[in-house]
């Protein structure tokens, strides 16, 4: 089985998604160095500790990232690909007294497609700002990629001192075909051609406390 896969088809992500997720249309500020927080190393671990405090709080849930089945390139000969789409949705929880948060994705099935790649697939991470969402100061930070047979993941921890802090995230689809018929140690058969593709990016709103 000849299994192919194009990252530089794959990865693609339209202007119209980084708008609606905010990358897009919003000026990135340099960096500024976080306040140090005692309360919330930046691991998953602090995450699980965030969930469990009395007064964890968590967002509204984003829009559904879902594949908009604007893929213009899969035309012609793509146009019978089988489509998987992995919706997601995405939510920043935090603890107000530990000033630490952690963003969390949610699939409407669990992410199969990993004998192509463990590295790529649906993913949550967030963003900060140092002037309530004016601008971006730190983006993508902790981002994590839903492991491979799950329908869910987070990501580590990060402070809330002095910044503004939200979620994001997005789904992926995955295009699949029956090609023609090729060769494969010696043996020949149809092979098989995957692509996966980024659906448009959500947001939570900003969080400040």
């Not at 959500?202 to 969080?207: A, K, L, Q, R």
Request: hydrophobic share 40%; net charge negative.
């Amino acid at each position: 089985m000849d299994v192919r896969f194009r990252p530089a088809l794959a990865f693609r992500t339209s202007v119209a998604a980084m708008v609606a997720g905010g990358i897009v249309g919003a000026s990135v500020a340099a960096p500024a160095q976080a306040a140090p927080n005692p309360h919330c190393d930046d691991t998953r671990a602090v995450s699980r500790d965030v969930a469990a405090e009395p007064d964890m709080v968590e967002s509204t849930r984003t829009g559904v990232s879902r594949w908009d089945r604007a893929d213009a390139e899969f035309e012609g000969e793509f146009a019978d690909f089988g489509v998987d789409d992995y919706e997601a949705d995405v939510v920043l929880r935090y603890s107000p007294s530990r000033q630490c948060a952690y963003a969390l994705i949610t699939l409407d099935d669990d992410w199969r497609s990993g004998y192509i790649t463990k590295i790529y697939g649906p993913s949550a991470w967030m963003d900060t700002s140092q002037d309530g969402g004016a601008t971006i100061s730190l983006g993508t930070v902790n981002e994590r990629v839903v492991p491979v047979g799950y329908s869910s993941t987070y990501t580590s921890a990060f402070s809330m001192t002095d910044i503004a802090i939200r979620a994001c995230g997005r789904g992926v689809h995955t295009h699949t075909s029956f090609g023609a018929k090729s060769s494969l140690k010696g043996r020949v058969g149809p092979s098989i051609g995957t692509e996966i593709h980024n659906n448009d990016v959500v947001c939570t709103e900003w969080v400040t406390l």
